[in-house]
C-alpha cells in the first residue's frame, strides 16, 4: 500500500540512482513541450490560430497571470504557498480606482507598494506566529475579499481617468503588449537578482530543507518575508494591468486568478514541497494555462471544461513534482 | 547517509519528558464560554439579537455550516486539509436541483435524486482521497483541485439556465418547522448526532483521530491507513453534497456558486471549537460549538450594524488568531512551518 | 513447548530449540557494515542484556529482530524454525514483540485501544466500537502484569512510566497471537526513567520471565548486569562474546565492549602538533541553562578540543546547540574571544564565528538536492561574492581548492551533494565552516557518525588540523573512544549539570571505564 511510514528513521542508500535524473530531465521539459504541443495542436485545430495577432492577444491575456504566478514561485520555492495572491490583487484594484483621483500619476506605485506591505505583513504572520502559510493566506484571502467588498460597496468603481494607466495598453515595437513587457521585466529582474545574488542559494535552502538551511546560519525568516513580499507586490502590479484592460476596480475582479497562478507554477515544474523550480518555469506554465484558456473554445470545448481541466491538471502536475524524499507522511 | 544505530538519532526527543495532561483544558472549555459571552454582550448590545426568532434564525442559519463542519472535522482530525467543500457543494447543489423535480427537465425522483447527488458528492470527495493516497498529493492541493473539478462539473450542469426547483418536499425542508426550528436544522442536528456516532463509536471515527496523532504508530501497528483516509475523505464529500442539497433547498434553485466560501467557513468553525490542524485534537462537538460561536458573532455582527460584508474578514482574523494560539504555546526555535 | 513442536522444530534444525535463534546476520549501508556477522540465542524464559557502543549494531539488530529490517544475509530462527520477517506485525505473528525506546503509543486514544491497536478482534464488529469489550481485552493483558493503570484513560493523561507499561501490555498481547511464550525487546527502556521507576521495571522483567523470554538492551552496564542472566556482546557490528551475568563485573564488559584497538593510533593523537594553549579561554560560559542543562560552567582554548560526554538526557546535544543559538537559553553568559556571544539565533553565531556540526547531517547538515559548491558556501556567502553579487568564478576556485585540501571525492563541485558518500558529505559540511576562514569555535555533535573507518579518520584528522589552527572544538562524541582518543579535556554530563572534568592529555589518556564510573 502506498503508506511509507515508520516510526524509525530508515536508513536508505543516498546515492542518487539515475531513474531520479530522468525523471528530473522530463519534468524539467515538461513545460515547454507541453507548450510546443498546444501551439501545434491548436493551429491544427484552426490554422489561422499561428497569427500575429492572435499571438499578441495571447500574450497581453497572459500578461497579469504571468506576474501573479511568478510572485507567488518565490513563495512556494521558499517551501510555503500564497493563496491570497488574487484576492489581494482584486483589493487593489479597488484601491488603485479610488486612489486613482487623489494621486494621479503616482498610484501605480503607490498600490504596488501597499500591496507589498501586505505581503509583508502576512509573512511576518507566518514566521513570527508560526502559522502554516496556507491558513495565513487563506486568512487574508477572506480578510482581503471582505475589506475589498466594504470599501467598494460591493461594486465595480469606473475609472475616469484612463493616463495612469494607458502606457500599459500600448505596444514594445508595435507588436508585444506594453503589459506583457512589464511582465517580461519583472521575470527578468526577480531570475535576474535571484541568480546574481546570494538570495537564489538561500531561497533553495530554505525550501529543500529549512532545518539545515536555518543550522547553516541562512536568514530563513527574512527570505521568507521578503518572498511574501515580492508576492504581493506582484499581485499590486497584476492589479494595475487588470484596472488597465478593465478600465475598473472591482472586489472581485482577479479572484478567478488564483486556481490558473497556482496552476502556472505546478506546470511549469515548480515543485510544491519547495526548493526546486524557477520564475522562468512560471512564465513559461502561465502560457501553458493561458493557452488552454484561449484554446478550448478554438478546439470546441466549452469554457465550462476549463475548471475541471485546472482541477486535473493542479493534481497531475503536483504529483509529477513532488520531491516525496523528504516527506514521509503526507497529510 | 546511512548510520550504523539511527535509533541512537531520536535519544534527545526521548529525554524530554512529555507531562501527562490533566483536568480539562483551555481549549475544551474555552469555546462554550467564548460563545456563551458573546451570546450575552450581544443580548446586551442589540434588542433585536435577544428574540426568540432571531435565535431561531441564528440556527437555521448555522445549519449548512455545521453540516460542512461535521466533513470537514474528520479530515482536519486526520491531520489533512480540504477545500473542496465549494466544489463538491456547488456541483450536488446542481446535480439534486436537476434531479428532484424543476423546471429544466422532467425528473422528479425526490428523495432517490437527493441521494444520487449526496453519492455524487461522495464520489468527488474519494477522488481527493484517491489523490492524496495514491499520487501521494497533499491534501490542501488535490482537495483544490477536486474543488475546480466540481466547479467545473456544476457548469457544465448548470449550462447557463439556472434549474428552479418545484419539487415541495425539497422546498419544505427551509421552510417547514418542526418545534419552531425548521426542518434543515433538524437534519443538521441529525448530522451531527451521526458525527458524533462515528466518531465515538466507529473504527472508521477512531482511526481517524488515531492518524492525526501518530499515523506512524498505526503502521508499526500493522493498520493500513489509506483505506481509512480515502474513507474520510469520501464521508466528507458526503456531508458537504448533503449541504449543498440543503442550499438549493434554501434558495429553490440550483447555484454553481452554492458552496462559495463554505470551506473557509468551516475550517475556521472547526478550529476555533478547538479542532488542531495538526489533527488527533478536537471532534464534531467541538465543531458544532465553533459553528454556533461563528454564526453568532456573524448574525449579532450585522445585529448592531456592522456591514455584512465583514463576515468573511472576520472569519479571517479569528482564524489566523487562533491558530496562533494554538501554535505558540508549542513553538521552537528550529521549527519548520511551511 | 509441547512435544509435536520440538520435534517439528528439531526436524528443522537440529540441536537444542531455542526461543530465537540468529546465525550470521549481515546487514550492509552504503559505506557502513552495520552487521557483519551477528550471532545470538535466546533461551526460553531468560533475560538477555545486549551490551555494545553506538555504532555496535544493537539497533540494527533489534530492528532485523522485529522485521524493521531486512538482513542481507544470515538467518533468524524462532523456536528452531527458519523465518523471514518483515514488518512489525509478521514478526508479532510469530511471537517477538519489542517496546520502543520511542513509545510508539497513540497519544490520543485510550490505553485500552493503544493495547488491542490493530487486532481488536472481538472489541470492534463490522467497524463498530465495543468499548466494554475492548476494556476486557485490554485488562486481561494489563492484569498479566499486575498494573492497575484505567484501560479507558487516555494515554497522553499517563505517566511516562505508565505508557511503558500499557507498551509492554500491547507487546505482550502477541501471546495470543501466536500461542507461544513470546520474545519481548526492551529497547533502552530505562532511558527516562526516575531510578524508582526503573525498580519497576526491573520487578515487571522478572515477572515477565515467567512466561516469555526477555531481550534488554541498555546503555547502563549496572542494570544489565542487575536484570539480566545473561548478556552478550556486540562490537562492531559482530558478537564479542557472552557471559553470565553472575560472572561478570562492569569493567569486564567494558573491555568486551570496546575490545583491544588502544595500539592502533587512528584518532592522529601527536603530542608534537599541540600547540601551547593560550591563556585566555576562547570560550567561557558562565551558569548557562536551557530547557534540558542547568547551570553550565564551560571554558574552550583556543587548540583544544574539549570532549563532552554523557547518558541519554544529560543535555549535551541541547548545550551545543544552545551555544549556536538553535535552542533558547534561560540564564548565564557566553564570551567568545572576550566578546559577548549572542545566544538569539543561529545567524549571530555564524556571525560571530561559530560553526555547528549537526549530528543529524542528512536531514540538518547539509541540503540534499544542492550542489557540493552551494552548500560549501551556504554560509559564508562573502566568500563567494565580489560586493553584492555572486562571483562564480570565485566560488568555483574557492570551492575547488577545499575539494583538494580536505580530498573530498566529487564527480564536479556541481553536483548535489546527496549524491556523495557519508564521509565526503561531512567534509563538505565542515569545509563550510572553513571557506571564510574566520570560524573560531567549532561544535562537533557526532561528526563521525554514520561514516566507515576511513572516512572517520580523515575527519579526526581535520578536526586535529582544525584544532592545530587554533581553533577551539567542542566534540560531542559518538563513543567514549572516540571522545578520549581525540579529546585534550573531557566533560562529563548527567542530567543536566557538568559533573567532573577530566584531563586527557596526549600520554596521559583515562580509560572508558574512569568515564562510566563519573558518567552514571
Redesign the interface.
Given at each position: 500500500?502506498?503508506?511509507p511510514?515508520?516510526?524509525?528513521?530508515?536508513?536508505?542508500?543516498?546515492?542518487?540512482n539515475n531513474r531520479a535524473t530522468v525523471k528530473q530531465r522530463l519534468t524539467s521539459f515538461m513545460p515547454l513541450i507541453a507548450l510546443v504541443t498546444l501551439l501545434a495542436a491548436l493551429t491544427i485545430a484552426d490554422p489561422g490560430f499561428l497569427t500575429q495577432r492572435s499571438l499578441t492577444a495571447v500574450v497581453q491575456t497572459s500578461a497579469p497571470l504571468v506576474v501573479l504566478a511568478a510572485g507567488a514561485t518565490l513563495v512556494v520555492l521558499c517551501?510555503?504557498?500564497d493563496l491570497s495572491i488574487a484576492a489581494l490583487c482584486s483589493l487593489s484594484t479597488v484601491i488603485f480606482a479610488l486612489w486613482l483621483p487623489d494621486l494621479g500619476g503616482l498610484t501605480t506605485l503607490a498600490v504596488i507598494g501597499a500591496a507589498g506591505a501586505i505581503g509583508t505583513v502576512q509573512g511576518i504572520?507566518?514566521?513570527l506566529?508560526?502559522?502554516?502559510?496556507?491558513?495565513?493566506t487563506?486568512?487574508?484571502?477572506?480578510?482581503f475579499?471582505?475589506?475589498a467588498?466594504?470599501i467598494s460597496d460591493?461594486g465595480p468603481i469606473r475609472i475616469v481617468e484612463r493616463e495612469a494607466t494607458n502606457w500599459l495598453t500600448l505596444y514594445v515595437g508595435g507588436i508585444v503588449p506594453m503589459s506583457f513587457f512589464v511582465a517580461m521585466i519583472v521575470v527578468a529582474a526577480i531570475a535576474l537578482v535571484l541568480?546574481?545574488?546570494?538570495l537564489?542559494?538561500w531561497v533553495?535552502?530554505t525550501g529543500?530543507?529549512?532545518?539545515?538551511?536555518?543550522?547553516?546560519?541562512?536568514?530563513v525568516d527574512l527570505v521568507k518575508v521578503g518572498a511574501f513580499t515580492v508576492s504581493g507586490a506582484c499581485a499590486g502590479l497584476a492589479a494595475v494591468m487588470l484596472v488597465s484592460r478593465n478600465f475598473s476596480g472591482s472586489p472581485t475582479m482577479a479572484d478567478n486568478l488564483l486556481?490558473p497562478a497556482?496552476a502556472a507554477i505546478?506546470v511549469g515544474g515548480t515543485a510544491?514541497t519547495?526548493?526546486?523550480g524557477s520564475i522562468w518555469r512560471s512564465l513559461v506554465g502561465a502560457l501553458v494555462i493561458t493557452l488552454l484558456r484561449v484554446g478550448l473554445p478554438i478546439v470546441g470545448v466549452?469554457s465550462?471544461?476549463?475548471?475541471?481541466?485546472?482541477?486535473?491538471?493542479?493534481?497531475a502536475a503536483?504529483?509529477l513534482t513532488?520531491?516525496?524524499s523528504k516527506?514521509?507522511?503526507?497529510? | 547517509m546511512s548510520t550504523a544505530s539511527p535509533a541512537e538519532d531520536v535519544e534527545v526527543a526521548a529525554a524530554r519528558r512529555p507531562q501527562p495532561r490533566r483536568g480539562v483544558s483551555f481549549r475544551d472549555a474555552g469555546p462554550p464560554i467564548a460563545l456563551i459571552v458573546i451570546f450575552a454582550v450581544f443580548s446586551a448590545l442589540s434588542p433585536d439579537f435577544r428574540t426568540l426568532g432571531n435565535v431561531q434564525n441564528i440556527l437555521d442559519t448555522a445549519a449548512v455550516l455545521a453540516v460542512v463542519t461535521c466533513g470537514i472535522t474528520f479530515v482536519l482530525m486526520m491531520g489533512s486539509i480540504d477545500l473542496s467543500a465549494p466544489g463538491i457543494m456547488g456541483a450536488s447543489a446542481i446535480a439534486v436541483a436537476l434531479l428532484v423535480a424543476n423546471n429544466r427537465n422532467d425528473n422528479a425522483l425526490g428523495l432517490v435524486g437527493v441521494l444520487i447527488a449526496v453519492l455524487l458528492a461522495a464520489a468527488l470527495g474519494c477522488l481527493s482521497g484517491l489523490a492524496l493516497v495514491l499520487l501521494k498529493v497533499p491534501s490542501f492541493m488535490t482537495t483544490l483541485g477536486i474543488s475546480a473539478i466540481g466547479l467545473g462539473l456544476a457548469t457544465l450542469m448548470f449550462a447557463g439556465v439556472q434549474p428552479n426547483i418545484t419539487d415541495t418536499m425539497l422546498e419544505s425542508w427551509a421552510v417547514d418547522r418542526l418545534l419552531g426550528f425548521s426542518y434543515l436544522t433538524w437534519i443538521a442536528a441529525a448530522c451531527v448526532l451521526l458525527g458524533w456516532l462515528i466518531q465515538r463509536y466507529s473504527r472508521l471515527g477512531r482511526y481517524a483521530f488515531a492518524i492525526g496523532g501518530a499515523e506512524e504508530v498505526l503502521s508499526l501497528s500493522g493498520v493500513k491507513v489509506a483505506p481509512y483516509k480515502i474513507a474520510v475523505f469520501t464521508l466528507a464529500g458526503a456531508f458537504y453534497g448533503l449541504a449543498g442539497v440543503m442550499v438549493t433547498s434554501q434558495l429553490s434553485a440550483g447555484l454553481v456558486q452554492a458552496g462559495k466560501g463554505f470551506d473557509f467557513a468551516a475550517i475556521t468553525a472547526a478550529v476555533v471549537g478547538g479542532t488542531l490542524l495538526t489533527g488527533g485534537r478536537g471532534g464534531i462537538l467541538h465543531s458544532a460549538v465553533g459553528v454556533l460561536l461563528i454564526t453568532v458573532l456573524t448574525n449579532g455582527l450585522v445585529q448592531v450594524g456592522v456591514s455584512p460584508y465583514w463576515q468573511g474578514g472576520v472569519q479571517g482574523l479569528i482564524v489566523v488568531a487562533a491558530v496562533a494560539a494554538a501554535v505558540i504555546p508549542q513553538r521552537r526555535r528550529n521549527q519548520v512551518t511551511k | 513447548m509441547t512435544t509435536d513442536q520440538q520435534i517439528e522444530a528439531e526436524a528443522n534444525a537440529p540441536g537444542p530449540v531455542h526461543a530465537l535463534e540468529v546465525r550470521g546476520l549481515v546487514k550492509h549501508y552504503p559505506g557502513v557494515k552495520a552487521l557483519d556477522g551477528v550471532d545470538l540465542v535466546v533461551h526460553p524464559h531468560e533475560v538477555l542484556g545486549i551490551a555494545g557502543e553506538n555504532g555496535a549494531g544493537k539497533s540494527t539488530l533489534l530492528k532485523a529482530l522485529v522485521g524493521l529490517v531486512r538482513p542481507d544475509a544470515g538467518e533468524i530462527r524462532v523456536r528452531g524454525e527458519k523465518v523471514r520477517l518483515r514488518s512489525v506485525v509478521d514478526a508479532a505473528n510469530h511471537g517477538i514483540g519489542m517496546v520502543f525506546q520511542e513509545q510508539s503509543l497513540v497519544p490520543n486514544l485510550t490505553a485500552a485501544e493503544n493495547i488491542v491497536l490493530g487486532s481488536e478482534g472481538q472489541g470492534v464488529r463490522r467497524g463498530i466500537y465495543r468499548w466494554e469489550t475492548m476494556r476486557k481485552l485490554a485488562q486481561e493483558q494489563l492484569d498479566k502484569i499486575g498494573s492497575t493503570i484505567d484501560p479507558l484513560a487516555r494515554t497522553d493523561t499517563l505517566s511516562f512510566a505508565d505508557r511503558q507499561m500499557v507498551e509492554i501490555a500491547k507487546v505482550l498481547r502477541i501471546e495470543e497471537r501466536s500461542q507461544h511464550p513470546p520474545v519481548i525487546i526492551l529497547d533502552e527502556p530505562t532511558s527516562v526513567l526516575e531510578p524508582k521507576e526503573i525498580e519497576t521495571l526491573f520487578t515487571q522483567i522478572r515477572r515477565l520471565r515467567e512466561f516469555a523470554s526477555v531481550v534488554f538492551v541498555s546503555h547502563r552496564l549496572d542494570e544489565v548486569l542487575e536484570v539480566c542472566d545473561r548478556i552478550s556482546v556486540l562490537r562492531g557490528g559482530r558478537s564479542a562474546g557472552e557471559v553470565l551475568a553472575a560472572d561478570a563485573t562492569p569493567s569486564e564488559l567494558h573491555r568486551m565492549m570496546i575490545g583491544s584497538t588502544g595500539s592502533d593510533n587512528h584518532y592522529h593523537d601527536s603530542a608534537a602538533k599541540r600547540p601551547n594553549l593560550p591563556r585566555e579561554p576562547m570560550l567561557t560560559v558562565r551558569g548557562l541553562s536551557g530547557k534540558t542543562f542547568r547551570d553550565v560552567d564551560l571554558e574552550v582554548h583556543a587548540g583544544e578540543i574539549v570532549g563532552i560526554v554523557g547518558v541519554h538526557g544529560s543535555g549535551r546535544e541541547d548545550l551545543c546547540r544552545a551555544l549556536f543559538g538553535a535552542e533558547p537559553t534561560t540564564a548565564g553568559e557566553v564570551t567568545l574571544d572576550g566578546k559577548k556571544l549572542d545566544l538569539s539565533g543561529t545567524r549571530a553565531a555564524c556571525a560571530a564565528g561559530v560553526g555547528y556540526v549537526p549530528a543529524e547531517r542528512k536531514s540538518e547538515g547539509m541540503v540534499g538536492p544542492m550542489s557540493v559548491a552551494d552548500n560549501m558556501t551556504l554560509t559564508k556567502q562573502k566568500s563567494r561574492c565580489t560586493g553584492p553579487l555572486v562571483a562564480p568564478r570565485k566560488q568555483a576556485t574557492l570551492v575547488d581548492s577545499w575539494i583538494e585540501r580536505l580530498s573530498i571525492r566529487t564527480p564536479h563541485r556541481g553536483t548535489a551533494i546527496q549524491r556523495l558518500s557519508g564521509g565526503n558529505q561531512q567534509k563538505v559540511v565542515l569545509a563550510r565552516w572553513l571557506v571564510a576562514g574566520d570560524v573560531r569555535l567549532l561544535l562537533l555533535d557526532h561528526p563521525s557518525r554514520g561514516l566507515d573507518i576511513g572516512a572517520r579518520s580523515e575527519v579526526y584528522r581535520l578536526m586535529r588540523e582544525l584544532a592545530g589552527s587554533g581553533v577551539a572544538t567542542v566534540l560531542l562524541a559518538d563513543s567514549l573512544e572516540e571522545a578520549i582518543g581525540m579529546s585534550d579535556r573531557i566533560v562529563v554530563m548527567s542530567d543536566g549539570r557538568m559533573t567532573t572534568e577530566v584531563a586527557c592529555p596526549s600520554g596521559g589518556k583515562p580509560t572508558p571505564l574512569d568515564l562510566v564510573k563519573e558518567m552514571v
Open positions: 500500500m502506498s503508506t511510514v515508520t516510526a524509525i528513521p530508515t536508513t536508505e542508500p543516498v546515492v542518487v517551501g510555503g504557498i504572520a507566518h514566521v506566529l508560526r502559522i502554516p502559510s496556507f491558513i495565513v487563506l486568512g487574508g484571502l477572506s480578510i475579499s471582505a475589506i467588498l466594504v460591493a541568480k546574481l545574488t546570494p537564489h542559494s533553495s535552502a529543500y530543507s529549512e532545518s539545515a538551511a536555518r543550522l547553516a546560519g541562512t536568514p486556481l497556482v505546478v510544491i519547495g526548493g526546486h466549452p465550462a471544461y476549463e475548471q475541471i481541466l485546472y482541477g486535473a491538471i493542479i493534481v503536483v504529483a513532488l520531491d516525496r516527506v514521509l507522511i503526507i497529510k | - | -
